[in-house]
């Protein structure tokens, strides 16, 4: 079984900065893409940034220039950092993960439960 947990969520002030974590568990063979999305309320979920196993990433608009994702394959771990936070980003944040167990015959898709980042002043 597969499993993705985050931390690093919380409140912070407009222009400050958040470092979210993902951490996958389980019977790991290999891990393709990892990444991030949010939801805000009343929204769809929305990417936010993704990167791939060779390093390739790519962003949603919203967060160039002020979001970086980051991937520690030894750790099996995701990083966003957050930069110059607006009141927009407010959202649950939630970690993607595409990944190929021992256990599994293919490469699924799982989601972290979800951390809550709050901008306001």
């Known amino acids: 079984q597969g499993q993705l947990v985050e931390s690093g969520g919380g409140l912070v002030q407009p222009g400050g900065s958040l470092r979210l974590s993902c951490a996958a568990s389980?019977?790991?063979?290999?891990?393709?893409?990892m990444g991030w999305y949010r939801q805000a309320p009343g929204k769809q979920r929305e990417l936010v940034a993704r990167?791939?196993?060779?390093?390739?990433?790519n962003y949603a608009d919203s967060g160039k220039g002020r979001f970086t994702i980051s991937r520690d394959n030894d750790k099996n771990t995701v990083y966003l950092q957050m930069n110059s936070l607006k009141p927009e980003d407010t959202a649950v944040y939630y970690c993607?993960?595409?990944?190929?167990?021992?256990?599994?015959?293919?490469?699924?898709?799982?989601w972290g439960q979800g951390t809550q980042v709050t901008v306001s002043s």
């Open positions: 993607n993960a595409v990944m190929l167990l021992r256990t599994n015959l293919a490469f699924s898709e799982y």
């Open positions: 389980g019977s790991i063979y290999s891990i393709n893409t």
């Open positions: 990167t791939g196993s060779g390093d390739n990433t």
